[in-house]
């Protein structure tokens, strides 16, 4: 994995485009979906442009129409290639998952204008989140795949305002 100097993985760390794209194919094969064009140009957007709002996925690739676009996410959404991030404004974002991306990372969320920030933790204090989050879930018997933490607050924009 490459690494800047203070250890904090690259955004390129992940898995290549046609990594990507064949992952995305075989998640929908599980659920009996092809992996159709327009499937394809959404995730090759949210690839491009990070979380996004379906306007901003709209407005990367205008080979996408609005209601294919929206159908799309839906069923990318149950098959596991795209995940819906909760923000405190109406306007849903998407991205595609961890696992399709192989990169692991957490969101800044402004609660100003809804704008969704990707930051990466250096691998040892992901380590040390990770005991601390999976001691307190054993606590109630919980059994824990993986951590979701997102800050939620003011973006350089709005904290200005
Ligand atoms: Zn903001
Ligand atoms: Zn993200
Ligand atoms: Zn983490």
């Known amino acids: 994995m490459a690494l800047e100097g203070d250890g ?12 990507v794209h064949q992952l995305a194919a075989a998640k929908l094969q599980v659920f009996s979906q092809r ?8 995730v090759g957007a949210l690839l491009h442009c990070g979380p996004s709002t379906i306007a901003e996925i709209l407005n990367h690739d ?4 609005q209601s294919s676009t929206y159908r799309s996410l839906v069923v990318l959404e149950e098959a596991g290639v ?11 974002r998407f ?3 961890e696992e399709i991306t192989g990169h692991h990372h957490h969101h800044l969320v402004c609660r100003g204008c809804g704008a969704i920030t990707d930051v990466s933790l250096p691998s040892d204090v992901e380590r040390q989140l990770d005991q ?17 933490v997102d800050l939620v607050g003011l973006c350089e924009n709005c904290v200005d305002r």
């Not at 904090?8 to 990594?19: H, K, M, R, T, V």
């Not at 205008?62 to 129409?65: K, N, R, S």
């Not at 601390?132 to 979701?148: G, I, M, P, V, Y």
């Open 8 to 19: 904090i993985p690259l955004l390129s760390a992940g898995f290549d485009d046609d990594d």
């Open 35 to 42: 992996y159709t064009r327009n499937r394809r140009l959404v």
């Open 62 to 65: 205008h080979a996408l129409a």
């Open 82 to 92: 795209v995940h819906r991030i909760v923000t405190t404004d109406d306007h849903a």
């Open 95 to 97: 991205e595609l998952t």
């Open 132 to 148: 601390a989050l999976a001691e307190a879930a054993r606590r109630h018997r919980f059994t824990t795949d993986h951590h979701r």
